[in-house]
């Protein structure tokens, strides 16, 4: 790629990010219902935030890791504490990268012209410069190492915090796949009696019938009749009216006051009378929920195993109510099995499919090349060369991000057919996916794509080549990836912060749509932060920043720059916007830690056949015990920090008994109340501000 093309990149992004920033600086004083709505919602609200423009920078940075996890919880904690973790492991790259490599690399003598003037591309074969090199493998990843090790000593200290907190779901535990012949409330609390003295109740998953289509129109109905009274109480001579009900709208306009009165009405008794038909003869599925009267005996429940039986009686802790999915909860082990396995399958089918496009994107950073096997292209690849770098520098980049736009939620929809049983697991599950899916396609098909399409026939016939084709591959595609994450810096994460969608659309519920209170209030709700969309690209930033932080550092600082924006975005965005039903208490975490750990390895490897490929007959077998000491320092942490998800029954036993309801775990639609009043209209929100 030309310095023209990479500087039409750099232009474009940095004009994006200036002018989207400067955007939120004036819409976030304007439009607070939608730049910091936890300020309005939450129960733990954060501090304000002052009316200049910058000040909210000052206040989103100094807020300590306490604070901070008292506000936003485990999760948010964490997601910050990887950006932290980054931003120090970069910095110390970047700083290497500039003050040594890059002089190192220019002053080479393999006749490399502009940006490959600074990359590894400038280096001869064998020369002594590799060794500072070698000794950029050997700093970055010590310092990852390190920093590592402190980040999980954080998650260790909140992650004990957040298990001996005193939630009501923790006294419960969820004990999946019981037999048949024990699948009653009685029987099971039998069981668990002879083992703990404190079972306070036992709540299984029923069937429910017509009940909860019953809960949905009968909501829908109160949600209507609120409408219709908070238009009565604005324009009290204007009585609205409704053709609903009528037959070929024969019957004439109805009050819709007194329609929908009398259909919640009829939904009270539609709810009433399938909730006893429910209760009567109850059908109870392979899961339930045993509540006891101490934190101690919950958490024992929870980790220990209870009979030799296989694929029966499983425990976990029991989740928030608020995410299970109940539909889930009716599977059998070997149903999930089957799912799990199907579902695989459907990812790597999926995986196949997009190597096509993906494969395109990357080819177009060498037109010429490309232009080989498509002559149709030739024209192209003599376009005007400020044309032509905004095509190479930022187009590629931005149509492989639109590319992947849509597979975080079809990732996420495809982990709930597995049967899990909650959002946060299928949460984590989609974040796994995604990075696999961006591990093969993004990197490695991305690679090969960059310098040849023969490389995948290569591959086949000599599977053994694609180390050598990787290492060939990695200096000539430095400058594509360079630009990748030098648009998600300038160009994705702004727009994450400016959130020109919500805003519209409140704006457009606020202005035509919503009148009752209810209604303005769900308008300007904010929606929950999307790890599986945003954690598995961060992840890909790291993998990328570290593999060609020693061949290509130009990439490094955008690489910084990345992580910057990230820390005080979704620290911003945690703090002031999310409101997120999803909670795994940190679990995600050893996922973050192991798809480091797995990049750091990549680069390794990676950089042993680079020093291989140059000849370096000193440097290359030098990065063997580098490999190897990383590998037992990711077996050590594992093994070290493998208890760190359970709570210790010593400190367990410290946990204050409280008086948690029977029937905190019972299915929410036969906790529907039983008459639902409409919430009375609030005259004080009829103007509104957004």
């Known amino acids: 790629m030309s310095d023209e093309s990479f500087l039409a990149a750099l232009a474009v992004n940095s004009t994006i990010a200036v002018s989207i920033l400067g955007f939120f600086g004036y819409f976030r004083r304007i ?36 604070e901070f996890y008292d506000k936003v919880g485990l999760d948010g904690l964490m997601f910050t504490v990887f950006f932290r973790t980054c931003i120090v492991v970069f910095s110390v790259c970047t700083l290497y990268g500039a003050i040594v490599l890059v002089p190192i690399n220019h002053s080479g003598n393999n006749e490399a012209t502009g940006l490959d003037s600074i990359s590894l591309s400038n280096i001869q074969s064998g020369s002594s410069a590799l060794w500072a090199h070698l000794l950029s493998c050997y700093l970055f990843v010590f310092t990852l190492l390190y920093c590592l090790y402190r980040a999980y000593n954080v998650y260790l200290q909140y992650r004990l915090k957040y298990l001996s907190e005193t939630h009501e779901e ?45 809960v949905a129109d009968r909501d829908w109905a109160l949600r209507k009749l609120e409408h219709v009274q908070a238009v009565l109480a604005l324009t009290p001579k204007d009585r609205p009216t409704t053709r609903r009900g009528s037959y070929l709208a024969l019957d004439g306009a109805k009050d819709a006051e007194a329609y929908f009165a009398d259909l919640l009405k009829k939904g009270n008794e539609k709810v009433a009378e399938e909730k006893e038909k429910a209760l009567q003869s109850p059908k109870y599925g392979p899961t339930a929920f045993v509540t006891f009267n101490s934190h101690r005996s919950a958490t024992t429940a929870a980790q220990v195993l209870h009979f ?23 599977m059998h082990s070997l149903d999930r099995n089957v799912r799990k396995q199907a579902v695989n399958a459907a990812i790597y089918a999926l995986i196949f499919f997009y190597i096509i496009p993906i494969a ?7 037109l010429e090349r490309l232009s080989e096997s498509v002559p149709f292209l030739e024209s192209v690849a003599d376009l005007n060369p400020a044309i032509r770098g905004f095509l190479e520098g930022f187009l590629p980049s931005l149509a492989l991000l639109i590319f992947l736009a849509v597979l975080p939620s079809l990732m996420y929809f495809l982990t709930k057919l597995e049967g899990v049983p909650t959002m946060s697991l299928a949460t984590l599950g989609a974040v796994n996916k995604m990075y696999l899916f961006y591990l093969i396609n993004v990197f490695f098909v991305s690679l090969i794509a960059g310098t040849a399409f023969d490389a995948i026939n290569e591959i086949v016939d000599n599977p053994s080549s694609i180390i050598t084709l990787l290492g060939n591959s990695i200096p000539t595609t430095g400058i594509f990836f360079t630009n990748f994450v030098m648009l998600l810096a300038l160009g994705d994460l702004p727009m994450e912060i400016l959130r020109i969608g919500p805003l519209v659309m ?21 929606e929950g932060m999307d790890y599986n969309r945003e954690l598995p690209r961060q992840l890909l930033v790291v993998l ?53 750990m797995l990049g750091c390895v990549v680069y390794e490897v990676t950089m042993m056949g680079v020093f291989g490929l140059y000849k370096a007959q000193y440097q290359s077998p030098l990065m063997v015990p580098l490999i190897i000491l990383t590998v037992f320092y990711w077996r050590r942490m594992e093994v070290a920090y493998s208890s760190v998800g359970h709570m210790p029954r010593y400190q367990a036993c410290k946990s204050p008994e409280i008086d948690v309801p029977e029937d905190a775990c019972t299915l929410p639609e036969l906790k529907a109340p039983a008459e639902p009043e409409p919430r009375p209209f609030d005259d004080d929100i009829k103007v509104t501000a957004v």
Not at 53 to 59: A, E, F, G
Not at 308 to 330: G, H, S, V
Not at 506 to 526: I, N, Q, T
Request: charge should be positive; hydrophobic fraction near 45%.
């Open 170 to 214: 923790g006294y419960s535990v969820m004990i999946r796949d019981i037999p048949k012949e024990y699948r009653t409330p009685a029987a099971v609390k039998e069981v668990f009696s002879e083992m703990y003295r404190d079972v306070r109740a036992v709540n299984m998953v029923q069937e429910v019938g017509d009940l909860r289509k019953a």
């Open 31 to 66: 439009f607070p219902k939608v730049y910091q709505p936890r300020v309005y919602l939450a129960k733990k609200p954060p501090p304000d935030l002052g009316t200049t423009r910058l000040q909210w920078l000052k206040v989103v940075l100094k807020i300590e890791d306490d």
């Open 360 to 366: 395109f994107v990357a080819s177009l950073t060498t």
């Open 506 to 526: 409140a704006y457009v519920k606020l202005r035509f749509l919503a009148v009752s209170s209810h209604e303005r209030k769900e308008a300007w709700r904010p």
């Open 308 to 330: 030799n039986r296989p694929a029966a009686w499983t425990t976990e802790r029991c989740p928030k109510q608020e995410e299970i999915l109940y539909n889930n909860l009716w």
């Open 544 to 596: 990328l920043g570290l593999t060609y932080a020693t061949v290509t550092p130009l990439i490094l600082p955008f690489v910084l720059l990345f992580f910057v924006m990230c820390y005080i975005i979704y620290r911003y965005q945690l703090l002031y916007v999310y409101m997120s039903p999803v909670e795994t208490g940190g679990l995600m975490w050893p996922i973050m830690f192991n798809r480091i």
